[in-house]
């Protein structure tokens, strides 16, 4: 079974950034496509960036132009990119594929 770790979360302050990382434990993680999601206290989990296989990217309104989302070569690994993070940014941040998903990674941002 393919496993997920989320990494790179913190505490920044606001305009500042992050880079956080998923890593699957298989390369068949290439496969289809995956994405980004985030989850805020008393908040509904939402859709942060998805990346198809084909390297088509989507953002939430909310994040465009600040957040990027990219994967290695090797397939195992998916980043999301977080520049210009504002507080209501502050969430726990998901990896997801198909079903699966990771444990989280916190990302606190201070005004």
């Known amino acids: 079974q393919v496993h997920l770790e989320e990494s790179g979360g913190g505490l920044v302050q606001a305009g500042g950034s992050l880079r956080l990382s998923c890593a699957a434990s298989?390369?068949?993680?290439?496969?289809?496509?995956k994405g980004w999601y985030r989850q805020a206290p008393g908040k509904q989990r939402e859709l942060v960036a998805v990346?198809?296989?084909?390297?088509?990217?989507n953002y939430a309104d909310s994040v465009k132009g600040r957040f990027t989302i990219s994967r290695n070569n090797a397939g195992n690994t998916m980043y999301l990119q977080m520049s210009y993070l504002k507080p209501e940014d502050t969430a726990a941040y998901y990896c997801?594929?198909?079903?699966?998903w990771g444990q989280g990674t916190q990302v606190t941002v201070s005004s």
């Open positions: 298989s390369t068949i993680f290439r496969v289809g496509r």
């Open positions: 990346i198809s296989i084909g390297g088509t990217t």
């Open positions: 997801n594929w198909g079903d699966l």
